[in-house]
C-alpha cells in the first residue's frame, strides 16, 4: 500500500510552510520567480549536467569500468570537507550572495545548503518537543550541527551521535571544548537555546551506521538527517540497525524514492548512488510509519521526505 501523505500544517509539528520559509531567509541570497531567465538558465545547466553524469555512468557501466561511491570514498569525500568547512557555513551573516537553487512552497530562490539544515533543525526541534523522548541519537551525525545545538534546546535529554567520518567526528568534538555552544550555532538555532553548556553532554561516536555500539532497544528515538542518501551500500544494514537501537521511535529526514523517483531527481539519485529505499520497505525492520510528509524545501535534484516511525514491538508491549 503506498504511503499517505500530510501537508506540513497538518502534521501535528506545530509549524507551517511559512516557518521553514523564514528559517531559511538569511540564507538566501536572491528570490525569484519561476519564468526568470536566471532560475530557467540554472535549471537548464544542472539538469543537462545530471543527464551527462548519467549517460557518462551508463556508459562506464556498460564497459565494466563504472566505479560506484562506496562508503571508503563517501568517507574520504566527507572527512575533507568537514574539516574544511567546520562551522563556518552556520553563520547568520553577511547575507550570502549566491547558493544553489531551492524550491518550496510555489517559491523559488538560490540559497545556501545552511537554509535547508536549518529548516530541517526546526522539523527536529519541533518532533522532539512533540515525541518528548528523554533519549536520542543520530546516525550519521556529520559535524554535530543538530545534536549540539538540539542538546542546547532540550538539556534535559540524552544525546548521541554515530558519525562515520573523522573529520565530521573532529569538528563536532573540538566544538565541545566551549564552555558554551559556539556562538554561531547559538545564533543558527531557530529556536532559542535553554542550556548554552549543555552540548558538552552529547557522546561523540566514530564508526559505522551498519554496525552501531549501542544496545537492542536503549534509545528512545533514532533519527537520521540526510545521511541514509549516503548510505546505500549498507542500507538494509544501517535501517536495521536503527530499527534495534530504537526503544520507541525513529525519524528519517531523508530522500526516498517514493519522492524522488522520476526526472531530474531520480537520475540525480542515480548518478550519486544515493538512498533507494521506499517507504513502504520499513515495514519490514519492524516500523511503522505514523507521519509521512514531503512538504518540506528541496534543491530542484532532490526532495527530502519526513518519515516517523513506531517501532511495532514498542506498539505491542
Known amino acids: 500500500m503506498p504511503p499517505t501523505f500530510t501537508l506540513l500544517a497538518a502534521a501535528g509539528l506545530g509549524i507551517d510552510r511559512a516557518g521553514l ?6 540564507f538566501v541570497a536572491l528570490h525569484v520567480t519561476p519564468d526568470d531567465p536566471i532560475w530557467t538558465a540554472e535549471v537548464a545547466r544542472k539538469s543537462a549536467k545530471i543527464r551527462r553524469r548519467l549517460r557518462k555512468r551508463r556508459w562506464l557501466g556498460w564497459l565494466g569500468k563504472g566505479k560506484r561511491r562506496d562508503q571508503q570514498r563517501i568517507e574520504e569525500e566527507y572527512t575533507g570537507a568537514w574539516a574544511r568547512k567546520r562551522l563556518a557555513p552556520y553563520e547568520m551573516s553577511p547575507r550570502p550572495t549566491t547558493g544553489a537553487a531551492w524550491q518550496y512552497a510555489g517559491e523559488v530562490m538560490f540559497a545556501t545548503a545552511a537554509a535547508g539544515s536549518r529548516a530541517r533543525l526546526l522539523v527536529l526541534m519541533r518532533a522532539i518537543a512533540l515525541l518528548r523522548p528523554t533519549s536520542v541519537l543520530e546516525v550519521g551525525c556529520g559535524n554535530g550541527l543538530n545534536l549540539l545545538t538540539l542538546a542546547c534546546r532540550f538539556p534535559e535529554t540524552r544525546f548521541a551521535g554515530l558519525e562515520l567520518t573523522a573529520g565530521g567526528f573532529a569538528v563536532a ?3 565541545q571544548q566551549d564552555a558554551e555552544l559556539p556562538i554561531v550555532l547559538q545564533r543558527f538555532s531557530p529556536e532559542p537555546v535553554v542550556d548554552p553548556t549543555a552540548h558538552r553532554r552529547v557522546a561523540f561516536h566514530q564508526g559505522s551506521a551498519a554496525a552501531a555500539p549501542f544496545a537492542d532497544a536503549s534509545t528512545d528515538l533514532v533519527y537520521s538527517s540526510l545521511a541514509l542518501e549516503q548510505m546505500e551500500e549498507v542500507r538494509p544494514q544501517a535501517l536495521a540497525e536503527m530499527a534495534r537501537v530504537s526503544a520507541r521511535h525513529t525519524l528519517m529526514l531523508e530522500p526516498f524514492w517514493d519522492c524522488n523517483d522520476r526526472g531530474l531527481r531520480r537520475d540525480y539519485l542515480i548518478t550519486r548512488d544515493h ?3 521506499r517507504i513502504a520497505d520499513l515495514a519490514g525492520y519492524g516500523l511503522e510509519p505514523i507521519l509521512v510528509t514531503d512538504d518540506l524545501p528541496g534543491e530542484i535534484w532532490l526532495q527530502p521526505c519526513l518519515v516517523v516511525c513506531r517501532k ?6
Open 21 to 26: 520559509l523564514a528559517a531559511m531567509e538569511p
Open 173 to 175: 568534538s573540538a566544538a
Open 275 to 277: 538512498f533507494r529505499g
Open 312 to 317: 511495532r514491538s514498542a506498539v505491542a508491549g
